[in-house]
């Protein structure tokens, strides 16, 4: 199919609930104010210079969106950089040209703007976002982890000189039960 099926438009507050549904697996899982957090991002992209927030739409039906912003390559390389954020397609508007239009969009923007660089992110067990990334010339540059701040604290904790493992822990409790039933015998 061709792409003029595919066309692009910054978001618009109606677009809130396709938002949601789309960008589920990225938003805020310990609250319910999904909409809320997507309508200040929506305003918010509206009225920063540097940001966008795209909609993609095929055959005049919601297939995608991207969030677009402007910044630094890292805080220690000032280059600009236009970020491409949250990438994502309706599954049923999938290999029609509108993950392409999107990144086509952060491209142009990036152009218009002066910025020699485009980046994104891409969900690590996502094997079919990171191979559209890579046939589109973006390659990894870095591992972005994240964890929980206490099971951050707890290995970090568990890690200190003189602090014992929990499989360690585990292995003294097994052999003082060990001992315990040895002894009993006797």
Not at 30 to 56: F, M, Y
Not at 140 to 155: C, D, Y
Request: positive net charge; hydrophobic residues 40%; glycine residues 8%.
């Amino acid at each position: 199919m061709s792409r003029s099926s595919v066309t692009l438009r910054d978001a618009t507050l109606a677009d809130v609930e396709h938002l949601a549904a789309l960008w589920q697996p990225f938003l805020r899982r310990d609250t319910g104010e999904h909409l809320n957090d997507l309508a200040r991002a929506i305003e918010t992209a509206g009225d920063k210079p540097g940001q966008r927030l795209v909609v993609s739409e095929y055959d005049g039906d919601f297939a995608g969106a991207v969030f677009l912003r402007t910044s630094t390559y890292s805080p220690v390389n000032p280059e600009p950089v236009v970020q491409a954020h949250n990438l994502a397609v309706v599954a049923a508007h999938r290999k029609r040209g509108v993950g392409k239009a999107l990144m086509e969009c952060a491209v142009t923007w990036a152009e218009e703007l002066g910025i020699s660089h485009v980046g994104t992110a891409t969900s690590s067990g996502s094997r079919e976002a990171n191979r559209f990334m890579a046939r589109l010339a973006l390659g990894p540059q870095a591992v972005l982890r994240m964890a929980p701040t206490h099971a951050v604290r707890a290995r970090l904790a568990a890690s200190r000189p003189g602090a014992r493992q929990v499989t360690q822990v585990l292995a003294a409790r097994r052999s003082a039960r060990h001992a315990r039933a040895l002894s009993g015998q006797g």
